[in-house]
């Protein structure tokens, strides 16, 4: 019952699936999968093309191909108690040298998975990288003999496939959106938690409850930190999801764990409103709500809204929103093995922050924000295609344009002489950048990979600086060997 690490190729492999018809029964919005959904899965893929009518084509042979290589182990102790696996992933990185790199940079990857018994699962995972100090997922702050390292996985799971309960360090990611997810996203560390899940009938649930890094004061003192959060997604036919998140961060010098905060069922919103009444607290939580439909078996239309705080008393205070949306195609008049896709997102200035009298409360986990990368103020297109040449080769191209304000998630809410600044604004985005001339920064690298398959790549990114807008060509042409 172990968790698929978030950054795996199978999302991508078993997403383009998804939209050809296949692995109908996963519920795409809630991340990271559990290794036996996709096993039980591969394991009715003959008897349910067979039932469909399906022709696979030679892109789909190839891909499932290598899902079934990938989770063999898993295929073939399915049902077998006291099995382990033990993975080492090597890579290597030969990447351009800037201020904040070296020209060649060793990650190596341990992983574990031990099923104790049926119900049972321990799982790890050990990373050593000589130069991942400045990475969004490092929790560290400083690196030991030119080495950094971290546990990224450590937990256990206690469980069957309709509701189990995991206790440990995991990934969380929420929502359909492929550069991130507007409330909880890949671009922070894994978090230290507890977690609950279940389905029912056409409903699946997730709830947990987090501890985040501490927050140290000038005087000394240290403020506790916590994240909550849960989620249900409606899914009445396989090709629609509706989903409705929630979350909150609380904490404070001396404020412990509130245990109705822990409840899964709560609605942060008006707990959070009760509690402020009672003492004057007000924490931050946000609420997101989610869809993805395909119209065919080969388009998937996506979308995501975030609501950090709606104004409906007719104050001057600004509604804090964020958007995303996004368009998934994959063979496209039959070309077999090619797939593009766009996704837009925007949030409004003060999203994910607090005030700077409570910064333990704004929406960031060790220097990341917990939500979408591009953050407050910001808005992002992205578009990338890829198709798959033959012979184990994928050439992937994408484009990236990025348009930031002055906002950020530490923006005071008030100046120096006590006036507010938390107020409404007309524009979007609010700039107030001066321009810095604008630059082009080509960046090579070539990537080297061993897992349980072994492939190359090799990459191209121009990166182009302006104004406030960063814009991003990126191209790949990647190899997998048998």
Known sequence: MDSLPIDHWAYDAINYLNLKGYFTNLYLGIKPWKKYQIVDELRKIQPFVHEK??????????????LFEEFHLELQNIDIEDTGIFDYNPKIVVQS????????????????????????????????DTDGLYDKDYRGFREWKNLVGDMSL??????????????GRDFQFWGNGKTGGLILSN?????????????????????????????????????????????????????????????????GVDIGIIPFY???????????????????ISDNNMVAFDL???????????????????????????????????????????????????????????????????????????????????????????????YYLGSGYN????YT??????????????????????????SFPFFNIRNTGGKMIGKPHIVVIQKSDIFSSSEFTAIIIGAGLFSKIFLQIHKSYP
Request: no cysteine.
């Open 154 to 167: 450590a937990n256990i799971t206690f469980g069957n496939k309709n509701i189990f309960f995991e206790i």
């Open 395 to 398: 050439i992937i191209l994408s």
């Open 187 to 251: 671009n922070m560390p894994s978090l230290d938690m507890a977690l609950l899940q279940f389905t029912f009938w056409k409903f699946k649930y997730s709830g947990f409850f987090s501890i985040l890094n501490r927050i140290e004061f000038t005087t000394g003192e240290y403020a506790n930190r916590y994240l909550s959060g849960s989620r249900i997604v409606f899914k009445p036919m396989t090709s629609f999801e509706l989903g409705i998140s929630q979350t909150l961060i609380y904490g």
């Open 97 to 128: 040298e800037d201020s904040l790199s070296e020209l060649l940079r060793s990650v190596n990857v341990f992983d574990l998975s031990l099923n104790i018994t049926q119900y049972i699962n321990i799982q790890a995972r050990f990373e050593i």
């Open 292 to 386: 993805m439909f395909k119209l065919r078996n080969n388009i998937k239309l996506y979308g995501e809204f975030l609501i950090d705080d709606a104004i409906y008393d007719g104050s001057d205070n600004p509604n804090k929103l964020g958007y995303l949306s996004g368009l998934d195609i994959v063979s496209p008049f039959d070309v077999d093995g090619f797939q593009f896709s766009i996704e837009y997102a925007r949030i409004t200035k003060w999203v994910y922050g607090h005030s700077e009298k409570t910064p333990y409360k704004r929406y960031e986990f060790y220097n990341s924000i917990i939500g979408h990368w591009i953050g407050p103020d910001a808005e992002m297109l992205s578009f990338s295609g890829s």
């Open 53 to 66: 009518g399906f022709e696979l084509t030679s892109y789909d042979n190839y891909l499932f191909d290598r």
């Open 401 to 426: 344009n990025e348009r930031n304000g002055e906002g950020s998630i530490d923006s005071p809410w008030y100046d120096e002489f006590g006036n507010k600044l938390l107020k409404r604004h007309n």
């Open 262 to 280: 822990s409840n899964p069922l709560l609605i942060y919103y008006l707990a959070d409103t009760m509690l402020a009444g009672d003492n004057g």
